[in-house]
């Protein structure tokens, strides 16, 4: 098992910037493809994006396509996502996970969660 931490939440501005952590620890998360998602209050929880194993293909929600990039440091086990140009409707409690099986887009499909962190984009 797999064990996930995020980092990075926090209040800003629209049209600023954050950066999220997911630091992985417990089985090797360097072979597994991983994902963002995030969950608004009272929405269900939604791909945001992810990427594979060694980082050389990504693919992203169309929400945040342009605005959001995924990327990942397999010697540090961590796994990143910069967000730039943020609006108000980013605002989410984010979340890491390991993919297992079945569609990128599904969160059926990922097995290994961590607890969230929240981003608030507010003036």
């Known amino acids: 098992q797999v064990q996930l931490v995020e980092s990075g939440g926090g209040l800003v501005q629209p049209g600023g910037s954050l950066r999220l952590s997911c630091a992985a620890s417990?089985?090797?998360?360097?072979?597994?493809?991983m994902g963002w998602f995030r969950q608004a209050p009272g929405k269900e929880r939604l791909f945001v994006a992810r990427?594979?194993?060694?980082?050389?293909?990504?693919t992203y929600a169309d929400s945040v396509k342009g605005r959001f990039t995924i990327s990942r440091d397999n010697a540090k086990n961590t796994v990143y996502l910069q967000m730039n140009s943020l609006k108000p409707e980013d605002t989410a409690i984010y979340y890491c996970?390991?993919?297992?099986?079945?569609?990128?887009?599904?969160?059926?499909?990922?097995?290994?969660w961590g607890q969230g962190t929240q981003v608030t984009v507010s003036s």
């Open positions: 996970a390991v993919y297992s099986r079945g569609s990128y887009y599904s969160r059926t499909s990922y097995d290994s």
């Open positions: 990427i594979n194993w060694n980082g050389d293909i990504t």
């Open positions: 417990g089985r090797t998360a360097s072979y597994y493809d």
